[in-house]
């Protein structure tokens, strides 16, 4: 009636590989979203708090709460089709210039919310807000904007593109 697993040597090695590559895998895992918690509710015999368990994070301890291996395995299955599902899209994305310069201007627009977290308030509700997202949408603009003059200059195409602008708005 041992509360602690005995494990021999090999699963011991096992074990300190495993715990070193843990918040690696959690971090994969969670970037396909999938969430690999359950809501344990303890035996009513026992009684206890229900409460919400990381299966990755827990995988030394499942024993304790009865949940058997395979919970965790599905969740692992899961995320591996979700990334072998995305494996096409995802070397579009890498070869697609666009994908880099959206990821910049995604950069850019988040400094403003990146200084409201470090001043103390909630990013996330500020980012998540009406305000927030308008304002968001106001800075991809004229990030959008003044890449694409700095790319008119570079080129030298920065004077024709005025005067198409101006002879637009002349005629209007």
Known sequence: MVDERIEQPKAEEARVKINRMMDGIHDIILYAGVNPSIQYTPPPAVGGYIQNIDLVQNIFNLHRFHIAPNNLLDFIDRAIGIYENNAGPAFRRAINPFFYVGLVFDLVARIPFVLIGRAGFNRQKAEESLAGRVIKGV?????????????????????????????????N
């Open 139 to 171: 800075i991809y603009i004229i990030t959008a904007l003044a890449s694409l003059l700095t790319v008119l200059q570079l080129l030298d195409y920065l004077e024709p593109a005025k005067e198409v602008v101006k002879n637009v708005f002349r005629s």
